[in-house]
C-alpha cells in the first residue's frame, strides 16, 4: 500500500505541475482529496490493515495529503499571479453595449425635481382640474370680469359655461375652502390660454404653484423659499434678484428673475439681451383671497408663488423652442 | 408706456447711470427692461401694470424716481386761469354711470397752426405724428400727467348740446382718424343734437374734430367707466392709448388741473381766450382719504425691523403724507394713488422703496402638517408606472390636450362625445381629448425608426381621470404584452380577467381586450384598428394599451415576501397539444394553481398547435425526489387535459 500512496503522490504532483487554470487544479483537488478521491479511497482502506501497519501507513497517507494539497496553494497562488502579471492588451475604448431602456421626458424630470424640493420643505402635492370655473380661476383671485389682468390671460370657454383654467392659482381657494391652516401645498399641473403657437407661447404650459399660510409666514420667509428653491435646481451660485408687481391676487407682489445661465447675464437671445429670466412671480396672498377660503386674514397670512415648468427647462437645457417639449421625436426624447 | 429721457429731465435730474436706473425702476414695480432709439431719441419702454394708471405719465415716473433718489420733482408751473368775459354756451346731459365726472372749458379766437418745435419734439419722441397746435397738446398733457383729454370744435357741436349715452349697438360712427366703425352695445358716446361726436374714452369723432379753420374750442377731461371702456374697446379691437389709461383708471381728481394746464399751453401756443367757467360735473367730490399703516404689523408681516423714521421718509418720498401716533402711521392718499385701498398695500409701498434685495432670506418655521390636504395627489403609482415604462423601454411623450375633430374621427370615436372649445385657437385644436392613443399614434407616424416604443401619463377628459398609455410599432405581440404583464406584476395585481372585448373601436375588434379585476376595468390593449391605422396613414401595424390609474391603484397590493428556498429547484420542460382557441395564459395560471410546490411556470416556445412550458418545481422544506415530481407532473397532465382537453406530446 506504501508504493501506492507514493505513486499517488508522483502522479499528483505531476498533474498538478502541468496546470494551466484555476478550474483544472480544483478538478484534481476533487480527484484526490475528494470524497470519493483517489487518496481519500486509500484512507478508508487503512482499516483494513492489520493493526501493527494502520499508524505507520496513516502517518504516510497525512504526509502526503498534506503534500498534496501544499502544492495545489502554492499552484493556486502562482496561477492568480500570473493571470495579473502578464499585463496582456485590454482595449478599454472598446464601446459597451447599452440596456435599451427608455426615456424619460425632461418637462417630468424637472417636475419630479421640483416636487422633491418642495417635499423636503413639508409641501404636500394637490391637484385640481383642468376644467375650471371662472369663479376659483378669476374671481376668487380677486380678478372680476373685465379686469384689465385678464387681458394677459385670454382665456378657453367651454360651452357648459366653464372654462380651461389660465393658471393653477386657481387651486389657492379651493384648497383653502377644505384645509384647515397651517399648510403648505404644491399644485404642478397644465393650463391652457388663448395664445398662437410660437417659439416662446403655447396654449397649453406647465406650472407649479405653491402656497403656504400660517400664524407668522414672513415676506422673508416667500424669498428665502424662492432662493432656495432655485438654488437647489440651478446650483449654489445662481443669481436671483426680486423685483416689485402687481397680481390682484397678492400684496406685496413679487417678481424673481434669474440670472440667465445660458449667458450667465451678458446677454442673449434667449433672455431677450437682458440677461435676466423672468421665472417665478410670486407674492404675500391678499386678504380677500384668504377670505375667499374661509380663512381669517386677521389670524393667518401667507405666501404663493408660481413657477413656470416649462422655462425652468428651457433654462437648463438650452432648448430655445418651446415646442420642442411637445414634439414626440425620439431624436429629441432620446438626449433626456 | 414710452417714456423719453429728455421729457422725464424736464420733470426730474437723472442721478443714477441709465442701467442702474432701469433696474432700480424695476425692482420698485416698473418692468424697464427695454431702452430704445424713438426719433433720434433715447425712450424707456416701460411695462406698466394694471394697478398703476399713475404710471401711465411721464411725471408719474418722475414721481418715482424722485421717491427712489430722495429728490423732489419740479412740477410743471400753471398759471391760475383769467375770468373768461364771454360766456360760450354749452347744455349738457350727463349719465354718471357712464361718465363719473366731466371736466371742460371753451376757448374761442383760437388759430390752428402746426405746433412749436419744442411741441413737435415731444410728440415724435413717444411715437406719435405731430397734428396741429391743439390736438397736440392734448396728447402731451395726456403723456404729462397721465390724464387723457379730448378738444372739440365747439362750432360743430350742433345745438351747443351734449348727451352721455351708451349706445344701443349698429351706430355708426367715424373717428377723427377717418376710421368707420359699427359700435357693440353699451359704449359710451357723446351725442350732439344730430349726431355721435364722441366715442367716449376711446376716439373723438371725425365730425366735431379739429379742423385748420377751427376757432372755438371745448376741451374736456373725463372719468369714465373702466368696465365699459376696456368692453368696448375689445369688442371694436380698438387700444387707444386714452384707452389704456380709463381700464385702469385715470386720477378722478386730476381732471381739472389736466384742464388748466392744456389750456395754459393752448392759449400760448394757439392764442384765443377762456370763453366759458370751468365746468365740472360730478356726483360726489373725490378727494385724498385716510389709510392706516400699524408699524407692528408691518413688521410682522415682512420679517424685518423697519425703524418708524425710516417708514415714515420712505411715506413722505412717495406723497402718502404720513403722520405717525404710537405704533399707528396715518397716510393721507392722494387721489392718483387710488390703488391704495388697504393696509397690505402701504406695506407693498414700504418694502418696494426699502428694496426687495434688502431683505433677509428666512425659511418658514412653522409646524409641517401632519394630515393632508384637500385635493391631496399621491404620485406613488404614476411614478413606479413611469419607471417600468422606461426600464421597459418605452420613452416618455407629452401631447397636446386639445385635438382636431378630424383625429377624433379618424381614431373612429365620436366628436359629441367630446368636450368642445367654444373659441378654438384653430381647428387643429378643438376638442379634449378622451383618449391618449391617437396622440400617440401621431408619435409613432412621426418617428420614422423601425421600433418606436413610446407612452404617455396624462388626464384625459371630460372625466379628468389618469392615463398610462402605451405604443408599439415594429414589434411583435408578445413583447408588446410584456410591458402590460410586467405593470401587473409590479404592482401586485392577481386575479385579473381578460375579456375578448374593448368598447373603443381605436382597437382591432378580433384582437384587443380588456382587463378586469372584479368587475372594475383596468383598461384596454391589443392591436390598432387598420381601418384607424388607414386613417393615420401608418403602414406599421400597431399595438397599444391605455390602463386606468386609479384603477390600477385600487387593484394593486403590496406582495408579501416568499422566502428563498435553500433546497435546489427541479426544472422541466413539457409540451402540449391544445385545440384551437385555447387560452393559453389561463392554462399557465392552471399549471400553476396545481400545488404550492410548482413555483414557476414560463411559456418556452410555440410550434404549430404544441406549447411548451417550462416549469419550475421547489420546495421550502427538504429537495424534492423523482417519485415527488412525477406525481406533480401527472397532476398537471390529468389537470390540462380535464380543463383544456390538452394532451403531452
Same mark, same amino acid.
Not at chain 2, 399707528?328 to 392718483?336: A, E, F, L, R
Not at chain 2, 379618424?410 to 385644436?429: M, Q, R
Given at each position: 500500500?506504501?508504493?501506492?500512496?507514493?505513486?499517488?503522490?508522483?502522479?499528483?504532483?505531476?498533474?498538478?505541475?502541468?496546470?494551466?487554470?484555476?478550474?483544472?487544479?480544483?478538478?484534481?483537488?476533487?480527484?484526490?482529496?475528494?470524497?470519493?478521491?483517489?487518496?481519500?479511497?486509500?484512507?478508508?482502506?487503512?482499516?483494513?490493515?492489520?493493526?501493527?501497519?494502520?499508524?505507520?501507513?496513516?502517518?504516510?497517507?497525512?504526509?502526503?495529503?498534506?503534500?498534496?494539497?501544499?502544492?495545489?496553494?502554492?499552484?493556486?497562488?502562482?496561477?492568480?499571479?500570473?493571470?495579473?502579471?502578464?499585463?496582456?492588451?485590454?482595449?478599454?475604448?472598446?464601446?459597451?453595449?447599452?440596456?435599451?431602456?427608455?426615456?424619460?421626458?425632461?418637462?417630468?424630470?424637472?417636475?419630479?425635481?421640483?416636487?422633491?424640493?418642495?417635499?423636503?420643505?413639508?409641501?404636500?402635492?394637490?391637484?385640481?382640474?383642468?376644467?375650471?370655473?371662472?369663479?376659483?380661476?378669476?374671481?376668487?383671485?380677486?380678478?372680476?370680469?373685465?379686469?384689465?389682468?385678464?387681458?394677459?390671460?385670454?382665456?378657453?370657454?367651454?360651452?357648459?359655461?366653464?372654462?380651461?383654467?389660465?393658471?393653477?392659482?386657481?387651486?389657492?381657494?379651493?384648497?383653502?375652502?377644505?384645509?384647515?391652516?397651517?399648510?403648505?401645498?404644491?399644485?404642478?399641473?397644465?393650463?391652457?390660454?388663448?395664445?398662437?403657437?410660437?417659439?416662446?407661447?403655447?396654449?397649453?404650459?406647465?406650472?407649479?404653484?405653491?402656497?403656504?399660510?400660517?400664524?407668522?409666514?414672513?415676506?422673508?420667509?416667500?424669498?428665502?423659499?424662492?432662493?432656495?428653491?432655485?438654488?437647489?435646481?440651478?446650483?449654489?451660485?445662481?443669481?436671483?434678484?426680486?423685483?416689485?408687481?402687481?397680481?390682484?391676487?397678492?400684496?406685496?407682489?413679487?417678481?424673481?428673475?434669474?440670472?440667465?445661465?445660458?449667458?450667465?447675464?451678458?446677454?442673449?437671445?434667449?433672455?431677450?439681451?437682458?440677461?435676466?429670466?423672468?421665472?417665478?412671480?410670486?407674492?404675500?396672498?391678499?386678504?380677500?383671497?384668504?377670505?375667499?377660503?374661509?380663512?381669517?386674514?386677521?389670524?393667518?397670512?401667507?405666501?404663493?408663488?408660481?413657477?413656470?415648468?416649462?422655462?425652468?427647462?428651457?433654462?437648463?437645457?438650452?432648448?430655445?423652442?418651446?415646442?420642442?417639449?411637445?414634439?414626440?421625436?425620439?431624436?429629441?426624447?432620446?438626449?433626456? | 408706456?414710452?417714456?423719453?429721457?429728455?421729457?422725464?429731465?424736464?420733470?426730474?435730474?437723472?442721478?443714477?447711470?441709465?442701467?442702474?436706473?432701469?433696474?432700480?425702476?424695476?425692482?420698485?414695480? /416698473?418692468?424697464?427692461?427695454?431702452?430704445?432709439?424713438?426719433?433720434?431719441?433715447?425712450?424707456?419702454?416701460?411695462?406698466?401694470?394694471?394697478?398703476?394708471?399713475?404710471?401711465?405719465?411721464?411725471?408719474?415716473?418722475?414721481?418715482? #424716481? $424722485?421717491?427712489?433718489?430722495?429728490?423732489?420733482?419740479?412740477?410743471?408751473?400753471?398759471?391760475?386761469?383769467?375770468?373768461?368775459?364771454?360766456?360760450?354756451?354749452?347744455?349738457?346731459?350727463?349719465?354718471?354711470?357712464?361718465?363719473?365726472?366731466?371736466?371742460?372749458?371753451?376757448?374761442?379766437?383760437?388759430?390752428?397752426?402746426? +405746433?412749436?418745435?419744442?411741441?413737435?419734439?415731444?410728440?415724435?419722441?413717444?411715437?406719435?405724428?405731430?397734428?396741429?397746435? %391743439?390736438?397736440?397738446?392734448?396728447?402731451?398733457?395726456?403723456?404729462?400727467?397721465?390724464?387723457?383729454?379730448?378738444?372739440?370744435?365747439?362750432?360743430?357741436?350742433?345745438?351747443?348740446?351734449?348727451?352721455?349715452?351708451?349706445?344701443?349697438? !349698429?351706430?355708426?360712427?367715424?373717428?377723427?382718424?377717418?376710421?368707420?366703425?359699427?359700435?357693440?352695445?353699451?359704449?359710451?358716446?357723446?351725442?350732439?343734437?344730430?349726431?355721435?361726436?364722441?366715442?367716449? !374714452?376711446?376716439?373723438?369723432?371725425?365730425?366735431?374734430?379739429?379742423?385748420?379753420?377751427?376757432?372755438?374750442?371745448?376741451?374736456?377731461?373725463?372719468?369714465?367707466?373702466?368696465?365699459?371702456?376696456?368692453?368696448?374697446?375689445?369688442?371694436?379691437?380698438?387700444?387707444?392709448?386714452?384707452?389704456?389709461?380709463?381700464?385702469?383708471?385715470?386720477?378722478?381728481?386730476?381732471?381739472?388741473?389736466?384742464?388748466?394746464?392744456?389750456?395754459?399751453?393752448?392759449?400760448?401756443?394757439?392764442?384765443?381766450?377762456?370763453?366759458?367757467?370751468? #365746468?365740472?360735473?360730478?356726483?360726489?367730490?373725490?378727494?385724498?382719504?385716510?389709510?392706516?399703516?400699524?408699524?407692528?404689523?408691518?413688521?410682522?408681516?415682512?420679517?424685518?425691523?423697519?425703524?418708524?423714521?425710516? %417708514?415714515?421718509?420712505?411715506?413722505?418720498?412717495?406723497?402718502?403724507?404720513?403722520?405717525?401716533?404710537?405704533?399707528?402711521?396715518?397716510?393721507?392718499?392722494?387721489?392718483?394713488?387710488?390703488?391704495?385701498? #388697504?393696509?397690505?398695500?402701504?406695506?407693498?409701498?414700504?418694502?418696494?422703496?426699502?428694496?426687495?434685495?434688502?431683505?433677509?432670506?428666512?425659511?418658514?418655521?412653522?409646524?409641517?402638517?401632519?394630515?393632508?390636504?384637500?385635493?391631496?395627489?399621491?404620485?406613488?403609482?404614476?411614478?413606479?408606472?413611469?419607471?417600468?415604462? #422606461?426600464?421597459?423601454?418605452?420613452?416618455?411623450?407629452?401631447?397636446?390636450?386639445?385635438? +382636431?375633430?378630424?383625429?377624433?374621427?379618424?381614431?373612429?370615436?365620436?366628436?359629441?362625445?367630446?368636450?368642445?372649445?367654444?373659441?378654438?385657437?384653430? /381647428?387643429?385644436?378643438?376638442?379634449?381629448?378622451?383618449?391618449?392613443?391617437?396622440?400617440?399614434?401621431?408619435?409613432?407616424?412621426?418617428?420614422?425608426?423601425?421600433?418606436?416604443?413610446?407612452?404617455?401619463?396624462?388626464?384625459?377628459?371630460?372625466?379628468?381621470?389618469?392615463?398610462?398609455?402605451?405604443?408599439?410599432?415594429?414589434?411583435?405581440?408578445?413583447?408588446?404584452?410584456?410591458?402590460?404583464?410586467?405593470?401587473?406584476?409590479?404592482?401586485?395585481?392577481?386575479?385579473?380577467?381578460?375579456?375578448?372585448?374593448?368598447?373603443?373601436?381605436?382597437?382591432?375588434? $378580433?384582437?384587443?381586450?380588456?382587463?378586469?379585476?372584479?368587475?372594475?376595468?383596468?383598461?384596454?390593449? !391589443?392591436?390598432?384598428?387598420?381601418? %384607424?391605422?388607414?386613417?393615420?396613414?401608418?403602414?406599421?401595424?400597431?399595438?397599444?394599451?391605455?390602463?386606468?390609474?386609479?384603477?390600477?391603484?385600487?387593484?394593486?397590493?403590496?406582495?408579501?415576501?416568499?422566502?428563498? +428556498?435553500?433546497?435546489?429547484?427541479?426544472?422541466?420542460?413539457?409540451?402540449?397539444?391544445?385545440?384551437?382557441?385555447?387560452?393559453?395564459?389561463?392554462?399557465?395560471?392552471?399549471?400553476?394553481?396545481?400545488?404550492?410546490?410548482?413555483?414557476? %411556470?414560463?411559456?418556452?416556445?410555440?410550434?404549430?398547435? $404544441?406549447?411548451?412550458?417550462?416549469?419550475?418545481?421547489?420546495?421550502?422544506?427538504?429537495?424534492?425526489?423523482?417519485?415527488?415530481?412525477?406525481?406533480?407532473?401527472?397532476?398537471?397532465?390529468?389537470?390540462?387535459?380535464?380543463?383544456?382537453?390538452?394532451?403531452?406530446?
Amino acid at each position: 500500500m506504501n508504493e501506492d500512496i507514493i505513486n499517488l503522490k508522483n502522479e499528483a504532483f505531476a498533474q498538478i505541475n502541468t496546470v494551466k487554470s484555476i478550474d483544472e487544479l480544483e478538478e484534481i483537488r476533487i480527484a484526490y482529496l475528494g470524497r470519493n478521491g483517489k487518496l481519500t479511497n486509500l484512507i478508508k482502506k487503512i482499516k483494513d490493515l492489520p493493526p501493527e501497519k494502520r499508524s505507520q501507513t496513516g502517518l504516510l497517507i497525512n504526509e502526503t495529503k498534506k503534500n498534496i494539497e501544499n502544492l495545489l496553494n502554492d499552484k493556486r497562488q502562482n496561477l492568480i499571479k500570473s493571470l495579473t502579471e502578464k499585463r496582456e492588451w485590454f482595449d478599454l475604448t472598446l464601446p459597451g453595449t447599452k440596456p435599451e431602456m427608455g426615456h424619460k421626458h425632461p418637462l417630468k424630470e424637472v417636475l419630479e425635481e421640483v416636487k422633491d424640493i418642495f417635499k423636503y420643505l413639508g409641501y404636500q402635492v394637490a391637484e385640481g382640474p383642468e376644467i375650471e370655473s371662472d369663479y376659483y380661476n378669476f374671481e376668487a383671485l380677486n380678478i372680476p370680469k373685465d379686469h384689465p389682468a385678464r387681458d394677459t390671460q385670454m382665456t378657453f370657454y367651454l360651452e357648459n359655461g366653464k372654462i380651461l383654467r389660465t393658471q393653477t392659482s386657481a387651486m389657492q381657494v379651493r384648497v383653502m375652502e377644505k384645509t384647515k391652516p397651517p399648510f403648505r401645498v404644491l399644485v404642478p399641473g397644465r393650463n391652457f390660454r388663448f395664445e398662437q403657437v410660437d417659439a416662446s407661447h403655447g396654449f397649453e404650459f406647465w406650472q407649479v404653484e405653491g402656497f403656504a399660510v400660517d400664524k407668522n409666514i414672513r415676506f422673508t420667509d416667500l424669498l428665502g423659499t424662492i432662493s432656495f428653491v432655485l438654488k437647489s435646481l440651478f446650483g449654489k451660485e445662481t443669481k436671483l434678484r426680486f423685483a416689485t408687481t402687481n397680481f390682484p391676487f397678492v400684496e406685496p407682489g413679487v417678481d424673481t428673475y434669474l440670472q440667465c445661465t445660458i449667458c450667465h447675464g451678458k446677454g442673449c437671445a434667449f433672455c431677450k439681451n437682458t440677461g435676466w429670466s423672468e421665472i417665478m412671480p410670486a407674492g404675500m396672498i391678499h386678504p380677500d383671497v384668504l377670505k375667499k377660503g374661509k380663512i381669517d386674514p386677521k389670524k393667518w397670512q401667507g405666501f404663493a408663488f408660481a413657477i413656470g415648468l416649462s422655462r425652468i427647462v428651457n433654462l437648463r437645457y438650452g432648448i430655445n423652442d418651446l415646442r420642442i417639449l411637445t414634439t414626440p421625436d425620439l431624436r429629441i426624447l432620446s438626449q433626456f | 408706456m414710452l417714456v423719453p429721457i429728455s421729457w422725464l429731465k424736464d420733470y426730474i435730474e437723472i442721478k443714477l447711470p441709465l442701467k442702474d436706473l432701469m433696474w432700480r425702476l424695476t425692482e420698485i414695480g /416698473l418692468t424697464s427692461e427695454k431702452l430704445e432709439k424713438i426719433n433720434g431719441e433715447e425712450v424707456l419702454d416701460i411695462e406698466v401694470t394694471a394697478n398703476r394708471p399713475d404710471w401711465m405719465s411721464i411725471l408719474g415716473v418722475a414721481y418715482e #424716481i $424722485a421717491a427712489i433718489q430722495g429728490d423732489k420733482v419740479k412740477e410743471p408751473q400753471i398759471k391760475k386761469l383769467a375770468k373768461s368775459k364771454k360766456t360760450f354756451e354749452i347744455k349738457v346731459k350727463n349719465n354718471f354711470q357712464a361718465i363719473e365726472r366731466w371736466s371742460a372749458i371753451i376757448i374761442s379766437g383760437i388759430e390752428i397752426k402746426p +405746433s412749436p418745435e419744442w411741441l413737435q419734439k415731444r410728440i415724435l419722441s413717444v411715437g406719435l405724428r405731430p397734428i396741429n397746435n %391743439v390736438v397736440d397738446i392734448t396728447n402731451f398733457v395726456m403723456f404729462e400727467m397721465g390724464m387723457p383729454m379730448h378738444a372739440f370744435d365747439y362750432d360743430e357741436i350742433k345745438g351747443h348740446e351734449m348727451t352721455f349715452m351708451l349706445s344701443q349697438g !349698429g351706430e355708426e360712427f367715424t373717428s377723427v382718424d377717418e376710421l368707420p366703425y359699427k359700435l357693440p352695445k353699451d359704449a359710451i358716446i357723446i351725442k350732439d343734437k344730430e349726431r355721435i361726436i364722441d366715442l367716449a !374714452g376711446i376716439k373723438g369723432g371725425l365730425n366735431s374734430g379739429i379742423k385748420a379753420n377751427t376757432k372755438n374750442i371745448l376741451l374736456h377731461s373725463t372719468i369714465n367707466n373702466p368696465v365699459l371702456i376696456r368692453r368696448t374697446s375689445i369688442a371694436l379691437g380698438l387700444r387707444s392709448d386714452a384707452s389704456a389709461i380709463y381700464e385702469r383708471g385715470p386720477d378722478k381728481g386730476g381732471t381739472i388741473k389736466a384742464i388748466k394746464r392744456a389750456t395754459n399751453l393752448i392759449l400760448e401756443t394757439a392764442g384765443g381766450e377762456v370763453a366759458s367757467d370751468l #365746468i365740472d360735473l360730478k356726483q360726489k367730490e373725490f378727494k385724498p382719504y385716510p389709510l392706516d399703516l400699524n408699524l407692528k404689523r408691518l413688521n410682522e408681516v415682512l420679517g424685518v425691523e423697519i425703524k418708524k423714521e425710516k %417708514v415714515i421718509k420712505i411715506l413722505s418720498s412717495l406723497n402718502l403724507n404720513p403722520k405717525a401716533k404710537g405704533e399707528k402711521i396715518t397716510c393721507i392718499i392722494p387721489t392718483k394713488r387710488s390703488d391704495l385701498k #388697504i393696509e397690505e398695500d402701504l406695506i407693498e409701498e414700504v418694502a418696494r422703496i426699502y428694496g426687495y434685495n434688502n431683505f433677509p432670506l428666512t425659511l418658514p418655521e412653522g409646524k409641517v402638517k401632519e394630515e393632508k390636504i384637500a385635493y391631496f395627489k399621491d404620485d406613488k403609482i404614476e411614478k413606479r408606472l413611469r419607471e417600468i415604462m #422606461i426600464a421597459s423601454g418605452y420613452s416618455e411623450t407629452m401631447n397636446y390636450s386639445l385635438i +382636431s375633430e378630424k383625429i377624433i374621427k379618424d381614431s373612429l370615436s365620436d366628436p359629441e362625445k367630446h368636450i368642445k372649445i367654444k373659441n378654438p385657437v384653430s /381647428l387643429d385644436y378643438q376638442y379634449l381629448r378622451s383618449s391618449l392613443i391617437p396622440s400617440l399614434i401621431l408619435a409613432a407616424k412621426l418617428n420614422t425608426d423601425k421600433t418606436v416604443k413610446l407612452f404617455e401619463i396624462d388626464k384625459v377628459f371630460p372625466d379628468e381621470k389618469y392615463k398610462v398609455s402605451a405604443i408599439g410599432k415594429g414589434i411583435e405581440f408578445r413583447e408588446f404584452k410584456g410591458a402590460i404583464d410586467l405593470i401587473l406584476e409590479k404592482l401586485g395585481i392577481e386575479n385579473y380577467e381578460t375579456i375578448f372585448e374593448v368598447e373603443n373601436q381605436i382597437f382591432h375588434p $378580433a384582437k384587443s381586450g380588456t382587463i378586469k379585476v372584479k368587475e372594475s376595468n383596468i383598461g384596454y390593449f !391589443g392591436e390598432i384598428n387598420p381601418q %384607424v391605422r388607414e386613417n393615420f396613414a401608418v403602414k406599421e401595424i400597431l399595438w397599444a394599451f391605455e390602463l386606468d390609474l386609479e384603477a390600477l391603484k385600487n387593484s394593486s397590493k403590496i406582495r408579501t415576501f416568499f422566502p428563498v +428556498s435553500s433546497y435546489p429547484p427541479q426544472i422541466e420542460d413539457l409540451t402540449f397539444v391544445f385545440p384551437p382557441k385555447t387560452k393559453i395564459g389561463e392554462v399557465i395560471e392552471s399549471i400553476r394553481k396545481t400545488s404550492d410546490l410548482i413555483r414557476n %411556470v414560463e411559456l418556452k416556445d410555440i410550434y404549430q398547435d $404544441a406549447f411548451t412550458f417550462r416549469i419550475t418545481y421547489q420546495s421550502n422544506k427538504k429537495t424534492l425526489n423523482d417519485a415527488e415530481i412525477a406525481s406533480l407532473r401527472e397532476k398537471i397532465i390529468e389537470e390540462i387535459k380535464k380543463k383544456y382537453a390538452g394532451s403531452v406530446k
